[in-house]
């Protein structure tokens, strides 16, 4: 089987980030966590975790973008950790809320479903019947655009729980933007476009309501979308190297037995978890 690896980003989770990581992060090979510019206790939070965790990471940001942005910096440094063979072209790379709405009951067998069917993503679907029916109306709403710009029919183009296959997660990166909460319907848009083989039948179970996006982020959502299909269909990326730069202004933590990719190491070390600013001697 291939290897397990999770991005989960995190904005002032304080609440509920400890117990996601501990519960995630032994289901997982390596964990790379973003701070979203949290207020809260959340950086802490992060840095201990990350400075005890063999095979993790910790990505910084001052201020708050979104989770679309912090999505766009873990899946950059994935990108780099399989550019130097860290982690490899078959891993599968799960996304997860940081809120504690995902359960790790179905992990195992995701990972599962989207390696024997070699799935590029594998993008599951929320049990609605506990949600209100005007986020049912929003999400079908959502998923209908993703399903027509993309030309795959998603039934729930807006759950944050999902499985990439990491040879896919370079090129995907190089047409997404990452605005806000722009990430499910771009990545849902993007994937379609490029004739990814996605699978999005699989049902969970979400333990609680999450009042979520408002209709002003549906309609910026809808808009991403058709401009992510735009860059598809006239071949618009972003380099590699502009990723990097992008990455390399992070404060970014590394566990034990977490080896910064080469591209990073000039600008940012680390010890046990513990940032060194660049230029900063040991």
Not at 24 to 45: E, H, K, W, Y
Not at 114 to 120: F, G, I, S, V
Not at 128 to 146: R, V
Not at 238 to 261: C, N
Request: proline residues 4%; aromatic residues 8%; contains cysteine.
């Amino acid at each position: 089987m291939p290897r397990k690896i999770a991005i989960v980003p995190a904005y002032n989770e304080a609440k509920h980030l400890r117990g996601v990581l501990e519960t995630f992060g032994s289901r997982m090979d390596l964990v790379i966590a973003v701070n979203d510019g949290s207020r809260d206790a959340t950086p802490a939070i992060m840095a201990q975790w990350v400075a005890a965790q063999p095979r993790s990471y910790a990505i910084d940001n001052a201020a708050n973008a979104g989770k679309a942005s912090a999505l766009r910096d873990g899946f950059s440094l994935a990108a780099l950790l399989l550019q130097e063979r860290i982690i490899d072209a078959d891993d599968l790379l799960f996304t997860f809320d940081a809120d504690g709405q995902h359960t790790v009951d179905s992990i195992d067998h995701l990972a599962e479903m989207a390696h024997r069917d070699r799935l590029d993503m594998l993008l599951t679907r929320r049990d609605f019947s506990h949600y209100p029916g005007f986020k049912k109306l929003g999400n079908w709403g959502l998923s209908l655009g993703a399903s027509i710009l993309g030309g795959y029919r998603y039934q729930d183009v807006e759950c944050g729980l999902r499985v990439i296959r990491m040879e896919r997660v370079a090129e995907l990166l190089s047409y997404y933007t990452g605005h806000k909460y722009s990430c499910e319907q771009e990545l849902g848009v993007i994937a379609a476009r490029l004739g990814y083989r996605i699978d999005n039948s699989y049902l969970v179970e979400v333990p609680y309501y999450r009042t979520g996006t408002k209709v002003p982020d549906g309609v910026v959502n809808l808009s991403l979308g058709v401009l992510a299909c735009a860059r598809v269909l006239l071949g618009l990326r972003t380099s590699q190297e502009g990723l990097t730069r992008r990455l390399s202004r992070k404060r970014i933590l590394a566990g034990p037995d977490s080896p910064l990719p080469a591209a990073l190491r000039s600008v940012s070390s680390t010890v046990r978890g513990a940032a060194v600013p660049a230029g900063t001697t040991q």
